[in-house]
């Protein structure tokens, strides 16, 4: 079993930027993929980004493609979402979550869960 703890959340301006980190306990780090979601007022739970154990492949989501990077750090058992060009719909709480095996980007796919943190972008 792992323990995630997200922090970094906060609130800024429209073409700010934020670094959302991830701190893991439990369980090695390395055998877990990881990933961001974010989930808004009233809507589903989206994927944002995916990253392998080894921190050599990620995906993203299209609407942040450009704008956010994913990343680890296996020696500190921390996992990184640096966002960059902030928009207003951006705004919701941000999980990161983690799997065992292959990175993926269906939510019911991870097994352990974030408490998340709330990002707001004002206009």
């Known amino acids: 079993q792992v323990q995630l703890v997200e922090s970094g959340g906060g609130l800024v301006q429209a073409g700010g930027s934020l670094r959302l980190s991830c701190a893991a306990s439990?369980?090695?780090?390395?055998?877990?993929?990881m990933g961001w979601f974010r989930q808004a007022p009233g809507k589903e739970r989206d994927f944002v980004a995916t990253?392998?154990?080894?921190?050599?492949?990620?995906y993203y989501a299209d609407s942040v493609k450009g704008r956010f990077t994913i990343s680890r750090d296996n020696a500190k058992n921390t996992l990184y979402l640096q966002m960059n060009s902030l928009k207003p719909e951006d705004t919701a709480v941000y999980y990161c979550a983690a799997r065992p095996g292959r990175y993926g980007s269906r939510p019911w796919e991870y097994d352990y869960w974030g408490q998340g943190t709330q990002v707001t972008v004002s206009s």
């Open positions: 990253i392998s154990w080894s921190g050599g492949s990620t």
């Open positions: 439990g369980r090695t780090f390395t055998s877990y993929a």
